[in-house]
Nanobody, 125 residues
Framework: VQLQASGGGLVQAGGSLRLSCTGS????????MVWFRQVPGSEREGVSCIGSLGQSTHYADSVKGRFTISRDNAKNTVYLQMNGLKPEDTAVYYC???????????????????WGKGTLVTVSS
């Protein structure tokens, strides 16, 4: 199984980025998909979850109203549209796949089955 995240980069505060994560080697539409982020030296933070068919989502309070998660199961891809970026959004962003989670609940950030490598997002002030 591979989860390949892309789309990170350097952006000014207030700007936008769209992250993508494409899965292979798994039945993508069976899995809830989750975005996490981590700043070196800090704990990993759950950012957003989406149900296997896109029917349910959850957002961390820190990104609610600014970030939007979506997925295209025909392309085995999940997206994270990030608007109104702030310097505190700077982190390495990871996608993960979860077969059995509850996507509309804060519990959706527990118990991932597969992890991808991260993509770095840097927001300058």
């Amino acid at each position: 199984v591979q989860l390949q995240a892309s789309g990170g980069g350097l952006v000014q505060a207030g700007g936008s980025l769209r992250l993508s994560c494409t899965g292979s080697g798994l039945t993508f539409h069976y899995y809830n998909m989750v975005w996490f982020r981590q700043v070196p030296g800090s704990e990993r933070e759950g950012v957003s979850c989406i149900g296997s068919l896109g029917q349910s989502t959850h957002y961390a309070d820190s990104v609610k109203g600014r970030f939007t998660i979506s997925r295209d199961n025909a392309k085995n891809t999940v997206y994270l549209q990030m608007n109104g970026l702030k310097p505190e959004d700077t982190a390495v962003y990871y996608c993960a796949a979860d077969l059995a989670g509850i996507p509309a609940s804060p519990k959706c950030y527990k118990g991932m089955d597969y992890w991808g490598k991260g993509t770095l997002v840097t927001v300058s002030s």
